[in-house]
């Protein structure tokens, strides 16, 4: 390595490089287990020829698992990234799924597709949309009226100590708690059907993933470069675990829209 370039600098970093090397060992880019991914789109139900939107689609590893339960389905995912959707494409390819599945990279907030789908996938994205509330007003132009969103959420387990705030870059008010998180679903018209919480043990596995490929860069990277990503991948490791683990949770969800006839039993939990 010529140590005479600029160097890569720590701020440099970002989520997205941290992602792209997500690819070969967790490419669910959140805290769910394989299994789990499973156990959320299984009751989901789609029937033959259904259509599939997955916004945010990161590597694409919710719309080919999704793909993979339903054989008669088709999809179609959309990031920012550019470098996301190169490998969401190629991972299609590797899984026999490029005939049914396609990727566009579009900001989600200029997507103008021409039809509405029966099952729209949007995990960990509401802060791309200004929040919960916004992002299911979102969700539900895309969706069939009969048709079904998975969300992912983050929640707080405890009240969020200092450590965890500084660590996350957060205001306490960023999240709230887990049946809060739920009214406030019910509230925005959306009856949830299914969900799962992240255990302990899938936090752990999405983080030493993280930390893991980020160690692996740096290593790979060497001299100036290496130092800042290995600086990078242990104030990563550290912020969870002195910071937010168990103090952050995940809550996947799975919901239908409340039909308009139903609309009088949305909840109107306070300070929503």
Known sequence: MNDDRRAVTYDEIDTESTWNLLRDTHPVIAPLSDASVDRVLEPARLRP??????VGCGLGAWLLRALELYPGATGHGIDASAS????????AGGRGLSGRATFEAVDALRFAPGERYDLVLCVGLSDAFGGLRDNLAYLRRLVEPDGLVLIGEPFWEREPPAAALKALELDRHAFTDLPTTVE??????WLPVHGHVSTVQEWDDFLWACVSGLTRWGVTAGGRDGREILRYAADYRE?????YREVMGFVTMLLRPLPPWAASLAARPAGW
Request: proline fraction near 0%; charged fraction near 20%; charge should be positive.
């Open 49 to 54: 020829g259904a259509r599939v939107l997955d």
């Open 84 to 91: 996301h959707v190169e490998a969401a494409a190629a991972a």
């Open 184 to 189: 406030r679903v019910a509230a925005a018209g």
């Open 239 to 243: 912020a969870w675990w002195r910071g």
